[in-house]
C-alpha cells in the first residue's frame, strides 16, 4: 500500500484529500470520504458560522475518522468560521481565495494542522513562513476559481521551494494521476471533480451526468476581467460570459451575470443557464460510483502503474 509522510501526520489511510467545494462539500461527502480511509473536507463557501458547526457534528456522529474543513477566505462569515473550527476542535483546516495569515497562529496553538491551497509558489513560500504545516498547489486544470500555472509546472516548483507537505490537486482523477504527482514530489493529491461524481455527493443528478459526458475539451475560462477567473464546463452561459468579455463588459456587469449561477446548476440543476464547475479532467470522468469505490480503485490502479513503470527498459 501506498503511504507518504501525510498519511502520517494527519493519521490517514491514503494521501488523498476531497476538495473544499462550496455546496457540495457537506457532511455527508467529507464523512463517507474519511471513512473509506482518506480525508473528508466540509466546504464552508459562504456559508454562516451555525451552518458550519452543524456539519462538523453531522460529521462527528458519522465517523470517528480525521476530517478537515475549507474555509473560503474571501466569506463575509470566515472570522466567525475560523472561531467554531478551534471551538469545535477540528483535526485539518485547509483555505482558499487569501491568505490565512491572520488565524494561523490561533489554530496551530489549537493544535490545528493548516494547509493551504496555493497556485504560486510566492504564495507557497509566504504561508509556510507564516506555519503552514502542508500545502495544496492547485493547477489551473481545476474546477472553480483557477490560477493560472499547469499542474505539472506549479507542483514541482513548490515542493523545491518549501520543506512542508505538498499536495497536488488540479486535473487528477485517477491511479496514473497519482503517480504522477507522487514523480513531481508531491506527497499526495486532492480530488474535486472526482468525488462530485459520487453517490455520497449532494449534486443534482444532471449536474454530475454533464460531467460524466464531457469531452476533454469541454471546460472554458471565464471572468480573467473580473480578477478570478472560473473553470466551468461550456453551456448557454459561458457563451454568454465570453460574449461580454468579447465587448469589454465592466467587471460588474461581469459578476451580476454570474450571481446565484452556481447553486442553479449544482442544487437545482439547470445546466444551461447555471455554472457547471468542473476541472479538465472531466473528460475522463465516464461513471457515478461510491466514494468507498472511488478510493480504492484510484489506489488499486496506482499501484499497477506503479509497477508496470518497473519494468519498463531503461
Wanted: with cysteine; proline share 5%.
Amino acid at each position: 500500500m501506498i503511504r507518504t509522510s501525510i498519511c502520517a501526520q494527519l493519521n490517514i489511510e491514503y494521501p488523498i484529500f476531497q476538495g473544499g467545494m462550496a455546496y457540495l462539500a457537506t457532511a455527508q461527502l467529507a464523512a463517507a470520504v474519511s471513512e473509506a480511509g482518506a480525508l473528508g473536507i466540509i466546504g464552508a463557501g459562504n456559508a454562516p458560522a451555525d451552518w458550519v458547526r452543524d456539519q462538523i457534528r453531522q460529521v462527528r456522529a458519522r465517523t470517528d475518522r480525521p476530517f478537515g474543513v475549507n474555509l473560503l477566505l474571501v466569506s463575509p462569515y470566515a472570522p466567525e468560521i475560523a472561531r467554531v473550527i478551534i471551538e469545535e476542535d477540528v483535526p485539518v483546516v485547509t483555505t482558499g481565495a487569501g491568505n490565512p495569515g491572520p488565524y494561523i497562529a490561533a489554530w496551530k496553538e489549537a493544535g490545528i494542522k493548516v494547509i493551504p491551497v496555493v497556485s504560486s509558489v510566492a504564495l507557497a513560500k509566504r504561508l509556510v513562513r507564516q506555519g503552514a504545516d502542508a500545502l495544496v498547489a492547485e493547477g489551473t486544470e481545476s474546477g472553480g476559481h483557477v490560477g493560472e500555472t499547469t499542474t505539472m509546472a506549479l507542483v514541482p516548483q513548490v515542493v523545491d521551494a518549501v520543506e512542508v507537505p505538498v499536495i497536488a490537486a488540479g486535473g487528477i482523477a485517477d491511479g496514473r494521476g497519482f503517480v504522477a504527482a507522487l514523480a513531481l514530489g508531491a506527497q499526495g493529491v486532492q480530488l474535486g471533480t472526482r468525488f462530485v461524481c459520487s453517490t455520497e455527493c449532494i449534486a443534482h443528478s444532471s449536474y454530475k451526468e454533464m460531467i460524466c459526458q464531457a469531452k476533454d475539451r469541454d471546460t472554458a475560462v471565464t471572468g480573467r476581467p473580473t480578477g478570478h477567473p472560473v473553470r466551468a464546463l461550456r453551456n448557454q452561459l459561458t457563451r454568454e460570459f465570453e460574449r461580454l468579455e468579447a465587448a469589454n463588459a465592466t467587471a460588474e456587469e461581469l459578476e451580476r451575470l454570474g450571481t446565484g449561477r452556481y447553486r442553479a446548476a449544482c442544487l437545482d440543476g439547470d445546466i444551461t443557464h447555471g455554472t457547471v464547475l468542473a476541472g479538465q479532467i472531466a473528460g475522463m470522468i465516464s461513471d457515478i460510483r461510491p466514494v468507498r469505490e472511488i478510493i480504492a480503485g484510484l489506489m488499486a490502479e496506482a499501484e499497477t502503474t506503479l509497477a508496470n513503470l518497473r519494468r519498463y527498459p531503461i
